[in-house]
């Protein structure tokens, strides 16, 4: 598929497009909060539960910490647990997906039935459980949502490669004498990765929200600012001090709807169907 095409579909959806500058723009902030020395988002003041000012564009808390450095270093953790989780569900899916699709059998039926086992509970539910068992920190967590993410990955490159398989030029590689699993690797992987990319930018969107889901509920590491922690320490105060549940739930809400578009207008865009105006 060529690149130039693939871009014009792209750019063709503006929500996608909207999206990839905030999602780049997020990339950034964390990147630049992550070098930032001298900047401690929990250091505490005198000005607690103050609200929006020109001095604090976006209020304090109750131990009086800015809230705009709680949103901005909550980006690390955030974009951290979601392009992890998102690779290694990515990463896993795909290589069992293709055994699967690829060799058939017994490998394909027990590779499946997991699956369905993991779509089938719970996500959410199932992931407490586990973190509560486990212990807080950000590895369990996005150890669990790998684990809970891997089986829809696995689903749709299982249907691409069982598709793929059977055209022609698989058959003629196999002629030349290529190894089945080379012809796995080099011809009908590369082939099937277009629509587990944007399955994998989605997966992104459900690893923040459920990492943020798991800190509201206290079940992750206090020392870590997280927007889910900070939403849940504001909504004890929130008729008293809007502004600490609401930018905590606006970086939330922004930011996965940023990536569910994004991962839409990526699908669009490899799908060569896709006609463009």
């Not at 009908?188 to 798991?214: K, Y």
């Not at 849940?232 to 739930?249: D, E, H, I, K, T």
Request: proline share 3%; hydrophobic share 55%.
């Amino acid at each position: 598929m060529a690149a130039p095409r693939v871009l014009q579909r792209f750019l063709a959806y503006r929500a996608g497009v909207a999206s990839a500058l905030y999602v780049g723009l997020l990339a950034l902030i964390a990147a630049v909060t992550f070098v930032l020395t001298g900047v401690d988002p929990h250091q505490i003041s005198d000005l607690a539960m103050s609200a929006p000012s020109t001095e604090h564009l976006f209020g304090t808390d109750e131990l009086g910490r800015d809230m705009l450095l709680g949103i901005l270093y909550g980006s690390q953790v955030s974009l951290a647990v979601g392009v992890s989780a998102a690779l290694g569900a990515t990463l896993l899916g795909v290589l069992l997906g293709a055994a699967a699709g690829f060799y058939g059998g017994w490998l394909d039926l027990a590779v499946m039935r997991i699956s369905e086992m993991f779509q089938v509970v719970p996500s959410f539910i199932l992931a407490a459980v586990i973190v509560s068992l486990s212990g807080t920190g950000l590895t369990q967590v996005v150890a669990v949502i790998v684990l809970l993410a891997w089986p829809q990955i696995a689903r749709i490159t299982r249907g691409e490669v069982l598709r793929i398989k059977q055209l022609e030029f698989v058959d003629a590689v196999r002629c030349l004498g290529v190894r089945e699993s080379v012809i796995l690797a080099t011809e009908i992987v590369p082939n099937a990765i277009a629509p587990v990319l944007a399955a994998g930018t989605l997966v992104v969107a459900q690893a923040i929200l459920l990492e943020a889901s798991l800190s509201f509920l206290g079940l992750s590491s206090a020392d870590i600012v997280s927007w889910g922690r900070m939403l849940n320490a504001g909504q004890r105060f929130l008729f008293n001090a809007w502004w600490m549940s609401v930018f905590p739930g606006l970086a939330i809400f922004l930011t996965v709807l940023a990536f569910n578009l994004l991962g839409d207008a990526i699908g669009s865009a490899l799908n060569p169907r896709t006609v463009t105006h």
